[in-house]
């Protein structure tokens, strides 16, 4: 079995940095796309960043410029380096990855259990 375990969430004041992390652990024998959403107290999940196996990347717009997704693929672990944080930042961040367990299973969605950030002064 995989489990997605996430890492890195707190507390930051406005204009500062976090790095969240989210690794794949168990046997894999290949992650496909890797995602960052979020979600809001009172909203829906919302999608924030991804990046492919080959490493391209897409971003929501509220966000582009300002956080960056990167990808380990010996390490199967996800980052979002976020930077310029602003109080509508707030949310529990989770990740997500499509996970081939092996040759022969489909790819399947995992989750991690989600990182609370709070951007406040």
């Known amino acids: 079995q995989v489990q997605l375990v996430e890492s890195g969430g707190g507390l930051v004041q406005p204009g500062g940095s976090l790095r969240l992390s989210c690794a794949a652990s168990?046997?894999?024998?290949?992650?496909?796309?890797m995602y960052w959403y979020r979600q809001a107290p009172g909203k829906q999940r919302e999608f924030v960043a991804r990046?492919?196996?080959?490493?391209?990347?897409t971003y929501a717009a509220s966000v582009k410029g300002r956080f960056t997704i990167s990808r380990d693929n010996n390490k199967n672990t996800v980052y979002l380096q976020m930077n310029s944080l602003q109080p509508e930042d707030t949310a529990v961040y989770y990740c997500?990855?499509?996970?081939?367990?092996?040759?022969?299973?489909?790819?399947?969605?995992?989750w991690g259990q989600g990182t609370q950030v709070t951007v406040s002064s």
């Open positions: 990046i492919t196996r080959g490493g391209s990347t």
């Open positions: 168990g046997s894999v024998f290949r992650i496909n796309n």
């Open positions: 997500n990855q499509e996970v081939q367990l092996t040759t022969s299973t489909p790819l399947r969605d995992y």
